[in-house]
């Protein structure tokens, strides 16, 4: 005798029938099934990113929101510090940036400057890039830090939920043992931070390696003693090659810092190259396309403040330019990480999805 179980009713068709193991009962349900969508698909790759991005905004978008914008106050502080200091607003005076920049509507403000007024300004702008210099070097690096633990922070808080591959390859937890509080997404991010930058430096090696050995045809002509016109054309011949060789190598290295940030796969660079073989890189490169679009579109937030700059003073104008560039950063740096890991574990695995339906019998079951 069959085991107790749904099977195939052979009075009506399309139709399950319970055996309870002696018997055919009275309970039966219709044999549909619901439609089954590519989990590679771009409406799954959608869905399931924005799934991300309101995941993470839910668990460390306020995070994120609030160091971007004291890292923009920083800025703002270190900007006005500088353009309203004595030689800045000097400068400002000599150049006539207010007038030039907050002038009426429809009005064409220029500075024209005598000789000894433009030696001035030269020598204004350069005693201040160089008082500059030491913070600038701070600012960066506090920038760089915190572009690669906001990317780790992302990648933790929502890797569980995209099931990436590296989450798989760590055995389901990625290494965290499973707590998913914020304090320890944010330790972890913390600890991933140096794989971040290490990966996202080799990436930038790599791309700079590529022009400087591509700008080598252009050297070799000009020792050679070929004309203005030789060389001209070797320049052009070689950057048209260098860009679509750029293209190419960023199609296939660019998910590497997520990567990274996810874990489990050291620098990410040889697994991203690993995902993105010939017969994958278009179905990559798609997706990051569409996914760079979105991100940028977070910078067009700081368009009002340059709409409305005019009625602004320029101190003002600077702190409000800045802090919503931080709000933009923080928003593009959640779309940007929850698509790439969603493109990653589409192109690693794509039978291994929540999309895939349960088997008959369960539905069977669940629908009596």
């Not at 995941?55 to 703002?76: E, Q, T, Y």
């Amino acid at each position: 005798m069959p085991p107790p179980g749904w099977y195939d009713d052979t009075e009506h068709p399309w139709t399950w029938r319970y055996w309870d193991g002696a018997r055919w009962t009275d309970h039966r349900a219709p044999m549909w099934v619901p439609p089954v969508r590519d989990p590679r698909s771009l409406s799954a790759w959608f869905d399931r990113s924005v799934a991300a991005v309101k995941l993470a905004v839910r668990r460390v978008g306020v995070v994120l929101a609030s160091m971007w914008l004291v890292l923009g106050l920083l800025g703002s502080w270190f900007v006005v510090a500088v353009v309203d200091s004595d030689r800045g607003r000097e400068l400002r005076r000599l150049l006539e940036v207010d007038r030039t920049t907050f002038g009426p509507t429809g009005s064409t403000v220029t500075a024209e400057l005598t000789t000894e007024e433009a030696e001035r300004a030269w020598e204004l702008l350069q005693e201040l890039f160089w008082s500059a210099v030491p913070w600038l070097i701070v600012l960066g690096i506090a920038v760089i830090g915190a572009s690669a633990w906001s990317v780790a922070l992302v990648a933790r808080a929502v890797q569980r939920q995209v099931v990436d591959p590296a989450v798989r390859a760590d055995g389901g937890d990625g290494g965290d043992g499973g707590d998913d509080t914020l304090g320890n997404i944010a330790a972890d991010a913390v600890r991933r931070v140096p794989a971040v930058v290490a990966s996202g430096l080799l990436v930038l090696m790599v791309f700079a390696g590529l022009w400087i050995v591509g700008s080598a045809p252009v050297a070799l002509v000009a020792v050679a003693g070929g004309g203005g016109a030789a060389i001209v054309l070797t320049v052009v011949f070689v950057v048209l090659l260098l860009l679509v060789a750029t293209a190419w190598l960023w199609g296939r290295l660019t998910l590497a810092s997520v990567i990274a940030a996810a874990g489990g796969h050291g620098l990410g660079v040889r697994r991203s190259w690993e995902l993105t073989t010939h017969d994958r890189f278009w179905f990559v490169v798609g997706r990051l396309v569409i996914t760079g679009l979105v991100a940028g579109a977070a910078g067009g937030v700081v368009n009002v403040a340059t709409t409305f700059g005019q009625f602004l003073s320029f101190v003002v104008f600077v702190v409000v330019l800045v802090l919503l560039q931080a709000l933009a950063v923080a928003a593009s740096i959640i779309v940007t990480v929850c698509g790439y890991l969603v493109t990653a574990d589409q192109v690693d695995d794509p039978t291994h999805h929540r999309d895939q339906p349960s088997t008959g019998s369960l539905r069977a079951g669940d629908s009596a």
